[in-house]
């Protein structure tokens, strides 16, 4: 839902988009062969900055909590799975044709219901049909009905299909949640804003199952939860917001969604939606698979259908928020500095090595120091170029710190440690580097 947003930068989108490129953050897929439309290949830096984006909610909502447990069910599913969830049949976009142009367009998507985006002719739309969005393909090497096979639009319904192998295995009981982070398809009528909205895509959503007279309570934590953890990694609070959706807006079985919101430079969109779901998709599965799906508590036998809180976000729409969020801009010296301020949890990498030259002299030390603190924290080493220009190379993919080795260095064993955001410089021993990380860079 994009709507003026006073702190939106349409020139942002470009400079992210370039340096993305440049940096080796996200490449067009099949580039080679003109590229494949909106779908994106994440380079050696963005590997890092994608992965750390998931570890950081892994971290935050499996490892540190006893109360939800992991999960990573397959991609593809048969149809009952998707007749039981809705999929099949409302997982649907409108879609008009523009008679003037043929594009086509998610109707929903307009600015003007009425006028063309892309030839600006009026009113040439076609009525409005229903497109599922599932991408649909085959199991074995027979095509046709019985054979056809769906890869996943949400990673959702695996939380749901296992909810009664996880509760019979982890000894967990309401209020507790199953997570999961994976790759979703989604045949997109308007993908577009670069990873924004894409065929293929990363989420990470999480299946929270409570008694059902809890279910408002949690809601109105994990709506909480959820923004703070955007707000810990070190996201502008003027950017990032928590939207509750009007009554119009919410599914039938949704007795309450809010949506987390980023200012991209087009405005307000989303990165998560927090969904109080009540029993609908247990029960839909209990209906469709004729399967009790129910918690039996053990010291009274009562028994009950759990509602669900989930809080869903996308991995490759939040990674590019967190990229625009920490690009920053400064003149020093008269030239203009390109730094990503990113929290040091999420930098591709927490250091680099940058012997000062070439030298033989210099290597073994710089190796040396490489290999001492590579095992602890992903390092980046860089001998060629000015020591300025690595610096530059450095602050653009967001490393917190760099550790230069020097011609003294071979004297006194102390190295010069450079932080990313202040440029101040310290002399550190190098049997002391590792605890001076230490302090600097928390997981
Ligand atoms: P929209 O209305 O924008 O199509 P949605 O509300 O259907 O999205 P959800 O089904 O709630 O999205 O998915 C949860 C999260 O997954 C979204 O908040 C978003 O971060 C991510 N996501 C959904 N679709 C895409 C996509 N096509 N590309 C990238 N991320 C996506």
């Given at each position: 839902?994009?709507?003026?947003?006073?702190?939106?930068?349409?020139?942002?989108?470009?400079?992210?988009?370039?340096?993305?490129?440049?940096?080796?953050?996200?490449?067009?897929?099949?580039?080679?062969?003109?590229?494949?439309?909106?779908?994106?290949?994440?380079?050696?830096?963005?590997?890092?900055?994608?992965?750390?984006?998931?570890?950081?909610?892994?971290?935050?909502?499996?490892?540190?909590?006893?109360?939800?447990v992991g999960l990573d069910a397959s991609i593809l599913s048969p149809p009952p799975v998707w007749e039981?969830?809705?999929?099949?049949?409302?997982?649907?976009?409108?879609?008009?044709?523009?008679?003037?142009?043929?594009?086509?367009?998610?109707?929903?998507?307009?600015?003007?219901?009425?006028?063309?985006?892309?030839?600006?002719?009026?009113?040439?739309?076609?009525?409005?049909?229903?497109?599922?969005?599932?991408?649909?393909?085959?199991?074995?090497?027979?095509?046709?009905?019985?054979?056809?096979?769906?890869?996943?639009?949400?990673?959702?319904?695996?939380?749901?299909?296992?909810?009664?192998?996880?509760?019979?295995?982890?000894?967990?009981?309401?209020?507790?949640?199953?997570?999961?982070?994976?790759?979703?398809?989604?045949?997109?009528?308007?993908?577009?804003?670069?990873?924004?909205?894409?065929?293929?895509?990363?989420?990470?959503?999480?299946?929270?199952?409570?008694?059902?007279?809890?279910?408002?309570?949690?809601?109105?934590?994990?709506?909480?939860?959820?923004?703070?953890?955007?707000?810990?990694?070190?996201?502008?609070?003027?950017?990032?917001?928590?939207?509750?959706?009007?009554?119009?807006?919410?599914?039938?079985?949704?007795?309450?969604?809010?949506?987390?919101?980023?200012?991209?430079?087009?405005?307000?969109?989303?990165?998560?939606?927090?969904?109080?779901?009540?029993?609908?998709?247990?029960?839909?599965?209990?209906?469709?698979?004729?399967?009790?799906?129910?918690?039996?508590?053990?010291?009274?036998?009562?028994?009950?259908?759990?509602?669900?809180?989930?809080?869903?976000?996308?991995?490759?729409?939040?990674?590019?928020?967190?990229?625009?969020?920490?690009?920053?801009?400064?003149?020093?010296?008269?030239?203009?500095?390109?730094?990503?301020?990113?929290?040091?949890?999420?930098?591709?990498?927490?250091?680099?090595?940058?012997p000062l030259s070439k030298k033989d002299t210099l290597t073994p030390t710089a190796r040396e120091v490489?290999?001492?603190?590579?095992?602890?924290?992903?390092?980046?080493?860089?001998?060629?170029?000015?020591?300025?220009?690595?610096?530059?190379?450095?602050?653009?993919?967001?490393?917190?710190?760099?550790?230069?080795?020097?011609?003294?260095?071979?004297?006194?064993?102390?190295?010069?440690?450079?932080?990313?955001?202040?440029?101040?410089?310290?002399?550190?021993?190098?049997?002391?580097?590792?605890?001076?990380?230490?302090?600097?860079?928390?997981?």
């Amino acid at each position: 839902m994009a709507d003026a947003a006073h702190n939106a930068d349409p020139e942002l989108f470009d400079k992210i988009v370039n340096l993305s490129k440049r940096r080796g953050f996200v490449f067009q897929s099949a580039e080679i062969y003109g590229g494949f439309r909106s779908t994106y290949d994440y380079g050696p830096i963005g590997v890092l900055l994608l992965r750390n984006v998931k570890d950081q909610w892994w971290r935050s909502m499996v490892q540190l909590r006893n109360d939800v447990v992991g999960l990573d069910a397959s991609i593809l599913s048969p149809p009952p799975v998707w007749e039981a969830s809705g999929h099949l049949a409302n997982f649907t976009d409108p879609l008009v044709d523009c008679r003037e142009c043929n594009e086509r367009f998610r109707e929903d998507k307009l600015d003007d219901p009425d006028t063309c985006p892309n030839c600006g002719e009026k009113n040439s739309f076609t009525e409005a049909r229903s497109f599922n969005l599932m991408f649909k393909t085959h199991a074995g090497p027979v095509e046709g009905s019985g054979h056809d096979v769906y890869l996943r639009p949400e990673t959702a319904q695996g939380m749901f299909t296992n909810f009664m192998n996880v509760l019979n295995t982890s000894r967990k009981k309401p209020p507790f949640g199953i997570a999961q982070i994976g790759k979703s398809f989604r045949n997109e009528i308007t993908p577009g804003n670069f990873v924004f909205r894409t065929r293929e895509f990363e989420q990470m959503e999480m299946e929270f199952f409570v008694p059902p007279d809890e279910a408002q309570q949690w809601y109105e934590y994990w709506c909480q939860e959820r923004m703070n953890w955007y707000l810990d990694l070190g996201m502008n609070p003027e950017k990032v917001r928590l939207r509750p959706h009007d009554s119009d807006e919410l599914s039938h079985y949704s007795s309450g969604t809010s949506d987390v919101e980023f200012v991209f430079p087009w405005g307000w969109d989303e990165l998560e939606g927090i969904a109080n779901r009540g029993d609908y998709d247990l029960t839909q599965h209990a209906n469709h698979a004729s399967e009790r799906i129910e918690y039996v508590d053990s010291s009274d036998g009562s028994r009950y259908v759990p509602h669900v809180i989930e809080p869903a976000a996308g991995a490759t729409r939040t990674m590019m928020a967190f990229l625009m969020d920490a690009y920053n801009e400064e003149t020093v010296n008269d030239e203009t500095r390109t730094v990503l301020k990113l929290d040091p949890r999420l930098a591709p990498y927490k250091v680099a090595v940058l012997p000062l030259s070439k030298k033989d002299t210099l290597t073994p030390t710089a190796r040396e120091v490489f290999d001492m603190v590579a095992p602890h924290y992903m390092t980046d080493y860089d001998e060629t170029q000015a020591i300025g220009k690595r610096y530059r190379r450095q602050d653009e993919v967001g490393t917190p710190l760099c550790v230069t080795v020097d011609f003294e260095t071979i004297e006194d064993r102390a190295v010069t440690v450079r932080d990313r955001d202040t440029m101040a410089q310290d002399r550190v021993a190098i049997d002391q580097l590792l605890s001076y990380l230490a302090e600097r860079l928390p997981q």
